[in-house]
């Protein structure tokens, strides 16, 4: 409530000064009046006595009702002063927290424009975010995944291997991407909730769809935990297209269903509910599996 009566004296600053001075001359004009109609003469007074106790009683009448009009006035004005310091401090705040964060992305940026992937002749395979759709075909291409055994704990464990290999192969690749990519999130899950998420749309944003399958792989290993928990705080795989979706259809239950936002709504054919036997059992076999390619 006071807050909003703040911002509408700083819009109508203007008005609320004018409005002080026409209460200020009604004032001076009432007490004229009153001094008029009860010391009422025929003619205007020449005696300098007489002038001397009409100043005594305008001023003894005004000057404290004016002085408290000043006083008003003055408070008014720190106080705006203030909140403006206070907005002008805020903006540079926010300012330098827009330059680390742009700064952080743009270092992000970089990481992935350096990545190569090399042939055994040291020629180069691919470069910058094309690695990922190498190591993702990599992942899937000719998988058994695609012909899934019937028993999900196999097929769990298949999985896992097939990612531990492909994490031992690029590591080079994956290590310093993923590394880099957990600070950007951390550091934006450390800033204020009018700001975070704005920024958490942006590094979304800039996620193609095979680095969000990869993250999604590695976040359920151990060393991916604590990614795990920021992928479903700020719904991270939102925006996983339908393909990948069917794809890894028999391990989103191992995510909270908070990891994949409004897909839920969007695909409501796909169970995406998390399952504690799942989360327990089917985890444990994908980081027992880790470890023992690792």
């Not at 028993?151 to 464990?157: G, N, P, S, V």
């Not at 695909?267 to 023992?292: C, G």
Request: with cysteine; charged share 25%; aromatic share 16%.
């Amino acid at each position: 409530m006071i807050s909003r009566i703040e911002r509408h004296l700083e819009k109508n600053i203007i008005a609320v000064l004018v409005v002080l001075f026409i209460v200020s001359l009604i004032s001076y004009l009432v007490a004229v009046l009153f001094y008029v109609w009860a010391f009422r003469t025929e003619s205007i007074s020449g005696s300098s006595s007489d002038w001397s106790a009409f100043g005594d009683y305008i001023g003894g009448v005004l000057n404290p009702f004016f002085a408290f009009l000043a006083l008003i006035t003055l408070i008014m004005t720190f106080h705006l002063q203030w909140r403006q310091a206070k907005e002008s401090k805020k903006d540079a705040e926010r300012t330098s927290v827009e330059g680390r964060f742009f700064k952080t992305v743009g270092l992000h940026h970089s990481i992935v424009s350096d990545l190569k992937i090399y042939k055994e002749s040291g020629d180069v395979l691919a470069s910058g975010r094309d690695c990922f759709r190498i190591i993702y075909s990599r992942l899937f291409d000719s998988f058994q995944l695609l012909f899934p055994d019937p028993k999900l704990q196999q097929r769990m464990k298949m999985f896992a291997q097939r990612w531990g290999e492909v994490y031992e192969s690029y590591f080079s690749c994956l290590d310093h991407y993923f590394r880099n990519l957990y600070y950007v999130l951390r550091y934006v899950d450390g800033l204020n909730d009018d700001i975070r998420d704005e920024y958490v749309k942006i590094v979304r944003a800039q996620l193609s769809a095979y680095e969000i399958v990869l993250l999604f792989c590695f976040s359920l290993s151990d060393i991916g935990t604590d990614f795990k928990a920021i992928i479903e705080k700020y719904a991270l795989f939102q925006d996983i297209p339908k393909k990948e979706l069917n794809l890894l259809n028999d391990y989103l239950c191992l995510y909270s269903i908070e990891a994949y936002g409004d897909l839920p709504h969007k695909y409501p054919k796909i169970d995406f509910k998390q399952r504690i036997d799942a989360d327990e059992y089917l985890a444990e076999k994908f980081n027992k599996a880790w470890e023992e390619k690792l």
